[in-house]
């Protein structure tokens, strides 16, 4: 009888377990012992990095399909321009205003949306207004706001590589008056 060669089903089968024990004991030590960084002010890893933002990209991508955005007037525009002063530029900055002081310190950096939101549609940017996205400090909009105003804040998005310092300071900030009543409520309480 001539000696068997290669491996049996059954023996590959005990190889791929026992490296997944391994694999699974070496996340367990990573996690569990403390190792694994999570600190805003530790840059990640290119690899790790790069796998989160292809992640999120393919994503967005699946969750938006099936999205069908309305038709935006120059007054819906104008209107999610508002409504992003309020919402979104502490973060993501405008045009001609920068983001707020702790923006920087965020990881990762909100990006500035004039030149991101390029590669979106304004369906997955409304998605993401509306959902957030997990472990980035975006939250999820669709918790406390509208869709209505989301999508005109996403068409906003979408316009915001054409819209002119000018122009946007001259929006007002639609919730500036809401987080004015908020603060006097706050005031009342005590």
Same mark, same amino acid.
């Given at each position: ?12 089968? $005990?190889?791929?377990? %026992?490296? &997944? ?9 990573? %996690? ?10 530790? /840059? ?14 393919? =994503?967005?991508?699946?969750?938006? /399909?099936? &999205? ?20 979104? !530029? ?16 965020? =990881?990762?950096?909100?990006? =500035? ?6 590669? &979106?549609?304004?369906? !997955?940017?409304?998605? %993401? ?13 669709? /918790? ?12 906003? $998005? /979408? #316009? ?13 900030? #639609? ?16």
């Amino acid at each position: 009888m001539a000696p068997r060669r290669g491996l049996s089903l059954g023996s590959a089968l $005990v190889g791929a377990l %026992i490296t &997944l024990l391994i694999l699974a004991a070496i996340a367990a030590a990573i %996690i569990f012992g403390g190792l694994f960084p999570v600190a805003a002010s530790v /840059k990640d890893g290119t690899a790790f990095r790069w796998a989160v933002m292809e992640a999120r990209e393919h =994503n967005v991508q699946r969750s938006a /399909k099936g &999205l069908t955005a309305p038709r935006f007037t120059a007054a819906d525009i104008s209107e999610g321009g508002s409504h992003y002063k309020g919402m979104c !530029q502490a973060c993501h900055g405008g045009p001609g205003a920068e983001a707020g002081e702790f923006a920087p310190g965020m =990881n990762p950096r909100p990006p =500035n949306l004039a030149r991101a939101a390029g590669d &979106l549609s304004v369906e !997955q940017v409304f998605w %993401i207004a509306k959902n957030g996205i997990r472990m980035t400090g975006m939250p999820a909009f669709g /918790k406390t706001d509208e869709d209505e105003e989301l999508w005109k804040v996403a068409a906003f $998005v /979408k #316009a915001l590589p054409k819209v002119s310092p000018s122009d946007y300071s001259a929006l007002p900030n #639609a919730h500036e008056h809401e987080e004015a009543e908020a603060g006097e409520e706050h005031d009342h309480h005590h």
